[in-house]
Structures are given as structure tokens and as C-alpha cells.
């Protein structure tokens, strides 16, 4: 048995093909994508949200895409173990569904960032950061508008105690400044976990960093990490 | 009890210590026009809902509980909700 990666088309998403592509092409699973509209996902052994704009970003970033049929379905299977990785408009996806804390603010510039940086892995006991070692600084792509992680001081406290800042913004050399901080996240923080570290979110896309000819595959490490934790062969 | 159709205003409004660039970007803006009275700006968003409800109290419980769950992000947001009066189409019927 192989393992079976699933991607979510919102109406809206537009990174969908791009992880379809790195996990079927690059990591090499076989890989489909899945419908908004879609309730079962028992052939699936993770599961990414894709970068994009879900249901135009009305209201907020992510917070009519929570209502769509696939989320009850999806929760269900987080809740199970089942990796689950939402990527920039995933992340915004998954912190609306209450999958992950927090929320996603305008960026401080008022920008739109679309450019490589940095990030710092600061923890590798989660499901999606298991074959990469802390304190290592991975180069991948950011391309949002509405980036700034944002929670209540004591909401971070206990995130940064639970091991569930996994990434943050940082230079080349892994020290985190004010000037890698574009987006202008809360404590640099440029992704989370949930507390089993089965449910990532973080607003960089790995799925964009999966081959040298395209910058970089820094984000391959990520993709792949979650292969660890399936029970089967690859 | 007959039921009628409610004017609703929902504000939805960054919580205080939530950054707020664009309201930001609005001062600077001012500030080029040259309104230098101007302190501080926050920009939120108001959404317009017309509700069937037996009683302006239960409009009014009705978006509290609409803006709790859907119209503002309790993480980064705070709400108001205001009821304007029964809507004009209603009181034409």
C-alpha cells in the first residue's frame, strides 16, 4: 500500500496545482485533489489546504471556506492523527475553522509580499517538521497580503511552552530581526502547530520550494516530513 | 406575536492593541491633505443585515450571535450591533 496525499480546491484556492504537483511529481505519492464539496476522505493519508484566495477572501481570509462541506470531514480526520497542512490561505483556513489559534492580519506594510526569505525551524516534533532539525533556517517563498500572525499575548505564551511555534521569520543566518519580519507576524512567528503537531499552518509555501529550478527545495523537508508518520510504505 | 423585518447595523472594529495598517494608511493620508488635527484613525467595517424577528431585542440577540460566530474574528475583532427600526419594505406591506 502507498501512501495517498489529498489537496482541497476551494473555489478560490489557486496553489492547488502547485502541491498536486510537488507531491505527486517531486515527493512522487500518488496525489488527487479534492473537491470543497467532497465528505469522504477515507483514501487519504494527509491532507494539504493550498495557498489561493477561498471563496475571494470575503468577510476574511478563510472564514467562509470553513463552512464548506469537506471541513466537517477534514476535522474529523485531523482529529484522528491525519497530517493536515495548511499552506498561507490554508493556514488563514485553518486558524478561521479553529483547527489552529490565532488569526491572520493585513500586512504591516499594507503589501502584498510576494519574494523568497527565511525561516528558522524551532521545533521538529511536529508531523511536518520531523526531517528537519531545529535552529536550521530553510529558504521558501511568501506571497500574501494578509500575513501578520496574530493571538493574545497569553494565547503565544502558551504556544511558545507547547513547542507550537514551529517556524519564524528570520535573515540568511537564522537570527531573527525586525527586518525579516515582513509580514509583521507576532514574535517573528511564520508557523504553528496544533498541540499533537499533526495540524500545521504557515504562510510561506514549501509546495514552491520543492526543486532547485524553481529557487530552492527547502520546502521538500516539510512535504516529506509527514511520510514519517504514515504507517505505509512510500 | 408577528413577526417583522429589522434594520440591523453590525460594526466590526479592530480590538484595541491589534495593529491596524490600513487605518494607519488613512492618517497618512489625512495628514497629506493636510488635516494635522487628526490623532489616530481605526477602519473597521460595518455590515448591513435586514432580520425577521418578533422584537427589536430579538434582532438585536440574533446578530450578537451572527457577529459572534461568523461577521467579526474574536481573535483580532470587536462588535457592535445597533438596531436602526423596522425596514422600509416591511412597513410598506
Known sequence: M????????????NGDHDALYAYEHVVGIPTRLVDYRETNLDDLDLIILPGGFAYGDHLRCGAIARFAPVVAPLKAFAERGGPVLGICNGFQVLAEAHMLPGAMLRNKSLQFHCQWLHVRVES???????NTNPGSVLRLPIA???GAFFSDEETLNRLEANGQVIFRYC???GAVDDASNVNGSARSIAGISNERGNVVGLMPHPERACEAFLGGDDGLKILRSALNAINVAV | M???TWDVDVIVMPKTGVNDPEGEAIRGGLKMLGYDSVAKVRAGRMIKLQIAATSSEEACAQA????????????IEVFEVEVVG???ETAQR
Open chain 1, 144 to 146: 500574501n497580503g494578509e
Open chain 2, 64 to 75: 450578537s450571535a451572527m457577529a459572534d460566530k461568523l461577521l467579526a474574528n474574536p481573535v
Open chain 2, 2 to 4: 408577528s413577526v417583522s
Open chain 1, 171 to 173: 535573515n540568511a543566518d
Open chain 2, 86 to 88: 423596522l425596514a422600509k
Open chain 1, 124 to 130: 521538529n516534533h511536529t508531523v511536518w517538521t520531523s
Open chain 1, 2 to 13: 502507498t501512501a495517498r496525499a489529498g489537496v482541497i480546491t476551494f473555489p478560490g484556492s
